[in-house]
């Protein structure tokens, strides 16, 4: 059996979608999403330049050695770039390998572990009253879970993933702005979001009651010793987890972080390998490893890591956020059912009936659980009569500065 050819489009509704389809000469073909948020030219240049010429005439059974081949073979090896691109040829070699079998993905990894996968929805407001409001319409849904940010008064811009006005979160992405590649500029203020933010979990905790799982991303803004101060104040909230209380290039910094509080800590969406948290799950510093199937190189290089991650009580929480296609999403689906140590998954419906009719699929998500397909492969296709609908649409993250000018992490 011989990969035939592939192709790259990069497009979809509101979003720019990375896809990959890899074509066989048994008419099998397989799709997988390299979908870089405010990047995507960038995988999409190394799948067609690099990487495509290459995969024509190999076996593309033979995932595991196309993975050592992409990753020991470009020797300069890693960042988010090439991980995407690896990330989507071995995803669609696992769709390839399933619709070989007649079998699902999940089936290929040691099948079901549980029935549903736990999700969590993005809640947000442009103050506590709103965010309440934003929190409750999920919960009306049935979600069981639910991450909460909002906006904290006296803070110069709104803060990290809120909107500027009351009432105009719901289903917003505030993490892209598709006015072009210059950042807007956000403005923070770590004491006053240090003196508010505790508060507002609490009130939100004393609101929906013990049941809820409250989850809180911090988005990288602490410095380690402030991130130990915070995890300590909301120890009483009883946070599902906090999210990126501290930027992790430092993997030491979390001691810290763990030294003082047993608040549940959550990492990893902008990680690529196991490199960069073998030493946070080995020394049992995180609770919850947040990678994507996208940006951490496919099924094969996930699995490795939750595999690792199993041995040392640390939980998966795969990253969800809207830039992940469809198909990326099926792939974490898969895992999700399987993983003995499945966490939660973070799934966002943004754009839902165009995704639909560009990205089929029979996953379902109902009262906040997600419920993977049984068809083979990863169980999502790709129209490409849908797909000359769309176009690349510049954006960018926005950019954080503290109010003296001083450059910050978004
Ligand atoms: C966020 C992301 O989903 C999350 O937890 O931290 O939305 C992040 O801001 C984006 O993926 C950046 O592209
Ligand atoms: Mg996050």
């Known amino acids: 059996m011989k990969?035939?050819?592939?192709?790259?489009?990069?497009?979809?509704?509101?979003?720019?979608?990375?896809?990959?389809?890899?074509?066989?000469?048994?008419?099998?073909?397989?799709?997988?999403?390299?979908?870089?948020?405010?990047?995507?030219?960038?995988?999409?240049?190394?799948?067609?330049?690099y990487i495509i010429p290459n995969l024509i005439g190999m076996d593309p059974r033979n995932s595991e050695d196309i993975w050592q081949f992409l990753y020991r073979g470009a020797y300069f090896r890693r960042g988010p770039v090439a991980m995407a691109a690896f990330g989507a040829v071995d995803m669609a070699l696992w769709d390839i390998k399933g619709k070989l079998a007649g079998?699902?993905?999940?089936?290929?990894?040691?099948?079901?572990?549980?029935e549903g996968a736990m999700v969590y929805a993005h809640?947000?407001?442009?103050?506590?009253?709103?965010?309440?409001?934003?929190?409750?319409?999920?919960?009306?849904?049935?979600?069981?879970?639910?991450?909460?940010?909002?906006?904290?008064p006296g803070m110069p811009s709104a803060s990290y993933a809120v909107p500027e006005r009351k009432g105009e979160g719901e289903g917003k992405n505030y993490i892209t702005d598709y006015a072009g590649i210059r950042p807007k500029i956000e403005t923070w203020d770590t004491g006053r979001y240090m003196r508010y933010m505790p508060g507002?979990?609490?009130?939100?905790?004393?609101?929906?009651?013990?049941?809820?799982?409250?989850?809180?991303?911090?988005?990288?803004?602490?410095l380690p010793r402030e991130a130990a101060e915070f995890a300590k104040a909301v120890e009483p909230v009883g946070l599902y987890w906090l999210e990126?209380?501290?930027?992790?290039?430092?993997?030491?910094?979390?001691?810290?972080?763990r030294q003082h509080s047993t608040t549940p800590i959550a990492i990893g969406e902008v990680f690529n390998s196991i490199w960069e948290c073998n030493k946070l799950i080995e020394n049992e510093l995180i609770d919850f490893i947040r990678v994507a199937v996208t940006y951490a190189g496919g099924i094969t290089h996930a699995r490795r890591i939750v595999d690792l991650a199993a041995?040392?009580?640390?939980?998966?929480?795969?990253?969800?956020?809207?830039?992940h296609s469809p198909i990326s999403m099926a792939a974490q689906a898969h895992l999700n059912a399987w993983a003995p140590n499945f966490g939660i998954q973070e799934y966002l419906v943004l754009g839902t009936p165009q995704c639909d009719a560009l990205f089929p699929s029979e996953h379902r998500l109902a009262s906040g659980m997600m419920h993977?397909?049984?068809a083979p492969g990863l169980g999502v296709d790709f129209?490409?009569?849908?797909?000359?609908?769309y176009d690349y649409t510049p954006g960018s993250h926005p950019v954080v500065r503290l109010e003296d000018g001083t450059l910050w992490n978004y």
């Open 372 to 374: 993977v397909s049984d």
């Open 383 to 389: 129209v490409e009569r849908e797909a000359a609908r």
């Open 103 to 114: 079998l699902p993905v999940y089936q290929l990894l040691g099948g079901k572990s549980r």
């Open 200 to 222: 507002a979990l609490m009130e939100i905790r004393d609101h929906f009651g013990p049941d809820l799982h409250i989850l809180h991303d911090v988005h990288h803004r602490l």
């Open 3 to 49: 990969i035939t050819g592939a192709k790259v489009f990069v497009g979809g509704p509101g979003k720019n979608y990375v896809t990959l389809k890899i074509l066989t000469d048994q008419g099998v073909y397989g799709l997988g999403d390299a979908t870089l948020n405010n990047r995507e030219t960038l995988p999409a240049a190394y799948l067609r330049d």
């Open 244 to 257: 990126d209380p501290t930027p992790a290039e430092d993997q030491e910094a979390l001691r810290l972080i």
């Open 123 to 152: 809640a947000t407001g442009s103050d506590l009253a709103d965010l309440m409001d934003s929190i409750a319409h999920y919960v009306a849904q049935g979600y069981k879970a639910v991450r909460v940010q909002c906006g904290i």
């Open 311 to 323: 041995l040392h009580h640390v939980r998966t929480g795969f990253h969800g956020a809207p830039s």
